[in-house]
């Protein structure tokens, strides 16, 4: 953002002091300059606004329609702190030490070391407008000076002017004569350097035609290496996708089969061993080379709290029980497997007295190697459902979902050494029944439903060190509860239900250095809310 052409926010290392991020402008992600908000209170650099608001009717935060006309200064909370913050001058790089208020900064940066040029006829030097009386009257080379014997001073002008029309009228004549001779010589010279230039022109495109064709050919051959991988760093890593639902004569069917893709020859297969028993909203892991499926609802619409595991190394392998339970009967959660650890967040968790389910706060560790014994962590600030959770140096990041009252935005981290929970800055929306990856720092917020639950298309990238977000190319497939997984830096997305309400076969990739998405070739069979893992097939 930058390098925008409009006006953004202030950089942030130029305040003395860390500026908090509830006053950054989630469009330019820079400290507030002229804020505005909507009326639900968001705000955003006044320029950075009007310039979104160009191509859009909507608030990007809450979507609430928005126009130049609606938008309302920001709060006076807001503006005092902001215009009390002690920034750097804005000619900091030009040698200005000060560090003034943000409310006089405009005032300030129009004198002092800001640029100005030079008035005196002939110099385009520009200076500080400090030093612009100091260099016009005794620095600069065309400064004016001023005559004690102003009558001296006129004469020898005088003198000098008719000295110099008498010769012109010789100088005109001398350099005629100069020109004439030079340019009889110049032809002949020319035709001889013409020649030999061109020759060597002809040469140059000859050769540059040859290396181009070759360069070409290099090329093509690379295109379609990279489109026989299709995406795929590792050819040898296949995907297997298993459970999730689909309509069927007007109602809901679980989804009973499992499924693998080989990243090598684009094709899926339908694992016939491997029948599943039907689960929806479940979540699943690889470990010891095998996949774990972990509770969900099953074929009858009950919440379990049980473990499947399929060793995806033998293609005819079938789904058995795993030794480990989680400690609730749960859906909608999610989990993420760390040195023989299991760590469950959230969820609908069927009540022990029989009642209806209710949202979790709570945060367990379940061991995955005997006894199997499980313990609460923590609980979150607000219960969680249809949320994302991934894990970044020994901490876990939980985005979006549902809390107990509404569709959110919050992320909050939780560090597993300190054992403490912390809030970090949102995401620029509110998001549900989404699908996340986590590469390198970052997580990638994919697809899902808004506040009006309706079906998105968008993927952020959040970097968890920062808090910062920006976003991505969209999809080509509006989905929500869809499932992804990341193999280098590409990211597969599987399934999921459109804004139609229909359940999706189809299946699109992102690679994370070229920017773009490209279809694959669509699952056998449709699934929204299913689980995926990726294994090395060495």
């Known amino acids: ?108 940066v129009a004198s002092g070391f800001s640029p100005v040029q030079c008035s005196n006829d002939g110099c385009n030097v520009l200076v500080n407008a400090s030093d612009k009386l100091r ?78 064709r070759k360069g070409f050919e290099v090329e093509m051959k690379d295109s379609k290496q990279r489109s026989q991988a299709t995406c795929s760093s590792d050819v040898r890593e296949n995907i297997f996708v298993v459970g999730g639902q689909h309509k069927q004569g007007g109602r809901s069917v679980k989804n009973k089969s499992t499924e693998c893709f080989n990243l090598a020859d684009q094709t899926w297969t339908l694992l016939d061993s491997a029948v599943f028993e039907g689960r929806t909203c479940s979540c699943s892991f690889l470990y010891q080379g095998q996949m774990v499926v972990v509770g969900g609802n099953d074929d009858g619409g009950n919440k379990t709290n049980t473990m499947k595991c399929l060793n995806v190394a033998h293609s005819a392998a079938t789904w058995k029980d795993f030794a480990g339970k989680l400690p609730v009967k749960c859906s909608s959660h999610k989990v993420l497997n760390h040195n023989d650890r299991l760590f469950m967040c959230g969820g609908w968790v069927q009540a022990t007295d029989g009642g209806l389910p209710i949202r979790s706060n709570v945060v367990y560790e379940v061991q995955l190697v005997p006894p199997y014994s499980s313990k609460m962590l923590t609980r979150l600030p607000q219960p969680r459902s249809d949320h994302g959770m991934e894990m970044f140096d020994q901490k876990l990041f939980i985005l979006g979902g549902y809390d107990s009252e509404r569709v959110t935005a919050s992320v909050v981290q939780y560090d597993l050494i300190k054992n403490k929970c912390k809030e970090m800055p949102p995401l620029p929306y509110v998001v549900q029944d989404l699908a996340t990856v986590v590469w390198k720092n970052n997580v990638l917020v994919i697809g899902g439903l808004n506040a009006d639950r309706a079906c998105l298309n968008t993927v952020v990238i959040y970097d ?46 992102f690679d994370l250095q070229r920017k773009i998405w490209q279809d694959l070739p669509d699952m056998l069979e449709p699934r929204a809310h299913a689980t995926a893992v990726i294994k090395p097939n060495h």
């Open 135 to 212: 260099h016009e009257t005794e620095v600069c080379d065309f400064r004016k000076l001023k005559c004690h014997d102003c009558g001296q001073l006129k004469n020898e002008v005088k003198q000098l002017k008719d000295e110099m029309l008498g010769m012109k009228g010789e100088l005109k004549v001398m350099i005629k004569n100069e020109m004439k001779g030079m340019k009889e010589e110049m032809k002949n010279e020319m035709k001889e350097e013409m020649k030999n230039e061109m020759k060597e022109i002809v040469m140059n495109a000859v050769r540059d035609v040859m290396a181009g």
């Open 1 to 108: 953002m930058a390098c925008s052409k409009y006006e953004v926010g202030y950089e942030d290392n130029r305040f003395e002091m860390v500026v908090s991020q509830r006053f950054h402008c989630p469009i330019c992600f820079l400290v507030l300059k002229d804020p505005v908000m909507c009326k639900n209170e968001h705000y955003y650099c006044s320029s950075c606004m009007k310039k979104h608001l160009e191509n859009s009717s909507f608030c990007p935060t809450c979507l609430e329609h928005l126009s130049v006309d609606t938008l309302r200064p920001a709060s006076r909370i807001v503006n005092d702190y902001i215009s009390e913050l002690n920034i750097q001058c804005d000619f900091y790089p030009r040698g200005c030490p000060e560090m003034v208020q943000v409310e006089n900064l405009k005032r300030h």
């Open 464 to 509: 968890v060190i920062t808090g910062r977000s920006r976003m991505l190319p969209c999809m080509k497939h509006k989905r929500s509860g869809c499932t992804a997984v990341l193999t280098g830096n590409i990211v597969v997305v599987m399934g999921g239900r459109n804004e139609k309400g229909e359940d999706l076969k189809s299946v699109e990739c």
